[in-house]
Every structure is written in C-alpha cells, then in structure tokens.
C-alpha cells in the first residue's frame, strides 16, 4: 500500500503538466496592463494622492506618490507570485488537498501531478480576475488624482468590483459546477 507522501515524492518526479495556452495569454495580458498603467501613474500622478475611498467615491485617505507607486507595484506583485504558487502544494502536503474526489486524486503519481495541473489554472485564472481588479483601482486612482474633487470614478469603483465577483464567480462555476475535477478515464 502506497502513502500519499510517497504518492507525491513519486508525482514530484514526473514532467510538469503544461498550463492551458489561453490562459498564459490571458496571464501575460493581464501584467502588460498592469505594467503600462504602473508606467503611466509614475508619469501622471502628482505628490499627493487619493488613495482610499468612502462607499460614494469620496477620498478619505492619502498617500504621497512613492506610496501609492508602492502600492501599486508590490499588491499585484504579491498576488501573482503568492496565488499560482499555492498550486505546489499538492506536491508537497497533499493531505492537506481538500477537494473534490480527494481519494481518488491522491492515489496515484499521474492523478496527484493532473491535479497539481488543474488547480494551478484555476489559481492562474483567480490571479487575472484579482489584477484586473487592483489594475481598474490603479486607473480609478489616478483619475481621481486627476480631478478636482478627488472622487474615484463610480466606474472603477463598482465596475472593478463587478466584473472581479463575476470572474471569481466564473472561475469558481468552472471549477465546482462542471466535470473539471471529475475521475479522468486516462489516468486509471
């Protein structure tokens, strides 16, 4: 009888199952739009900026420029490295899996690699609906910034939220509604 842990010493050992191209794209999309709007606010924003915002769009909170750059440089940095990451984690504490079919993903090599594979996509794809989210806050940031009122525009405000809950909810209908983490006739 096999162990989970040697299941994944064995699954460690197997070639990385390649990530869906779409969803590269969509990843290396996402961080050209957010490195072009961290270009532009470096050229745009004036010393003080508005940086947090009241439920109507009114600032009530500032930050200087190097601030807000820093912000908006180390979040989305943190949020790309740290989610995809997670992944790895099935390979290495695989008893800690909690989804679904846990025994069946967790019996063999092939299965426990497969599903390393399948979970680092969905965190890929959590990855581009969370920057598209922090990437439309930096756009809102620096309109208001460049208002004379300072309001965050309502359409970075809730649109960026809108459209990160309906991505996550997307993401997450992929994942749990479909047959994604069904038992996969290939690896029996």
Do not use: C
Request: glycine share 6%; no cysteine.
């Amino acid at each position: 009888m096999t162990t989970t842990n040697s299941v994944a010493d064995e699954a460690r050992g197997l070639p990385k199952e390649p990530t869906s191209p779409w969803i590269l794209i969509l990843v290396v999309a996402t961080v050209v739009a957010w490195l072009a709007v961290l270009a532009w606010q470096v050229m745009v924003l004036p010393e003080r900026v508005p940086t947090h915002f009241g439920s109507g769009g009114e600032p009530d909170g500032w930050s200087s420029k190097a601030g807000a750059l820093a912000f908006s440089s180390l979040l989305p940095l943190t949020v790309f490295v740290l989610i995809p990451l997670t992944s790895l984690l099935v390979l290495r504490a695989p008893e800690f899996i909690n989804g679904p079919r846990k025994e069946w993903w967790t019996a063999t090599a092939p299965r426990l690699r497969r599903f390393e594979r399948l979970l680092r996509e969905d965190l890929w794809l959590i990855t581009v609906v969370t920057l598209a989210l922090l990437v439309a806050m930096q756009v809102g940031i620096v309109r208001a910034a460049e208002s004379p009122d300072q309001r965050m525009p309502e359409e970075f405000l809730f649109g960026g939220m809108a459209v990160f809950g309906v991505g996550l909810v997307a993401v997450m209908v992929r994942m749990y509604a479909g047959n994604r983490y069904a038992e996969q006739p290939d690896l029996d």
